[in-house]
C-alpha cells in the first residue's frame, strides 16, 4: 500500500511548486486543490468543473478523498497525495485528525511581505502559477495598509492552525517556504513519504515576482519606512539564495 500524504498550508506558500516537484517523482501521485469551493483539481491536468461533481464531492467528503486514494494506488506508486489548502472543507479537516496514517505536509512562508506581494499579484494578474518568469513585471501599488491586511490575515491563520496541528499524533514534516530550494530538501522529502531518492525531481514552476522583494513594490521608499519601523527589514531582500536543491 502507498504512503497517504496531504499537504497543507495557505495560498502562495510554495504549495503548487511542491506538488508540480513531486509529480516530477515516479513514483508518485500528487493532486491539486481536491477541495477547491470552485473545481476539482486532480493529478497534473486533471480537472473537473461540473457542479454536480463538485456538490456530490461537498456532501461525503470522506468517501471522496478514499476513493481518490484508491483510484491512485496504481502499480509501482510509492506515495499517494493531494494539496489541501487550509479553509477549504472543514468536515474532511476535522476527519483527517482521526486518521493518523496520513502523513501530514505542513507548508508555511516567513516573509509575509513576499507572500503577501505574492497574493496581490496573483489577484490582480489571474495567474497562480507560470513555468516561465513575466518579461515585465509590473509594479504593485500596495501600500502599508494593505499589506498589513493580507500579512496579519495569513499570520493568523498560520498561527492557529499550526498549533491544532502539533496536537495531532500524525508523522509531520514542517516546510519553510525557502526550505524547498536548498541543497538535501528533496532527499528530506523522499525520507519522509518512504520513496527512493530521485535526483530527476524538478517543479517546473518560475517564480512570479522578483526575488528582491521590496522590487515589486511601487511605493518602494514607504514600504520600506513601514517594514523597518515594524522590525521585519529581512523581509525586504532577497527571498532565496543563490544556492540550488
Excluded at 468536515?91 to 485528525?97: A, H, I, P, T, V
Excluded at 538535501?184 to 512570479?208: H, I, N, T, W, Y
Excluded at 529581512?234 to 543563490?242: A, K, N
Aim: hydrophobic residues 35%.
Amino acid at each position: 500500500m502507498p504512503t497517504h500524504f496531504l499537504i497543507l498550508g495557505l495560498p502562495r506558500s510554495g504549495s503548487t511548486y511542491l506538488t508540480t516537484l513531486l509529480n516530477s517523482h515516479s513514483e508518485i501521485r500528487c493532486a491539486g486543490e481536491l477541495f477547491n469551493p470552485y473545481r476539482i483539481i486532480g493529478v497534473e491536468r486533471d480537472v473537473k468543473n461540473d457542479l454536480e461533481e463538485v456538490m456530490e464531492r461537498d456532501i461525503a467528503p470522506t468517501r471522496f478523498a478514499n476513493a481518490f486514494f484508491r483510484k491512485e494506488a496504481k502499480p509501482n506508486v510509492s506515495a499517494v497525495g493531494f494539496k489541501f489548502m487550509i479553509g477549504h472543507n472543514t468536515s474532511y479537516l476535522q476527519e483527517l485528525s482521526k486518521n493518523d496514517n496520513l502523513r501530514l505536509i505542513y507548508i508555511y512562508r516567513e516573509n509575509r511581505l513576499a507572500q503577501s506581494a505574492s497574493w496581490i499579484t496573483a489577484l490582480k494578474s489571474k495567474v497562480w502559477a507560470q513555468k516561465h518568469a513575466p518579461l515585465k513585471q509590473n509594479k504593485l501599488d500596495a501600500g502599508p495598509r494593505r499589506i498589513s491586511q493580507h500579512w496579519h490575515e495569513a499570520e493568523t491563520t498560520d498561527f492557529l492552525f499550526s498549533h491544532w496541528l502539533a496536537t495531532l499524533p500524525h508523522q509531520k514534516l514542517k516546510i519553510e517556504y525557502k526550505e524547498m530550494f536548498r541543497p538535501g530538501f528533496r532527499e528530506k522529502l523522499c525520507d519522509f513519504l518512504d520513496v527512493p531518492l530521485s535526483k530527476e525531481m524538478r517543479s517546473p514552476l518560475a517564480k512570479q515576482g522578483s526575488n528582491t522583494v521590496i522590487d515589486r513594490f511601487q511605493y518602494r521608499k514607504l514600504v520600506t519606512r513601514y517594514m523597518e519601523q515594524l522590525g521585519h527589514a529581512q523581509w525586504l531582500g532577497p527571498e532565496i539564495d543563490d544556492t540550488k536543491p
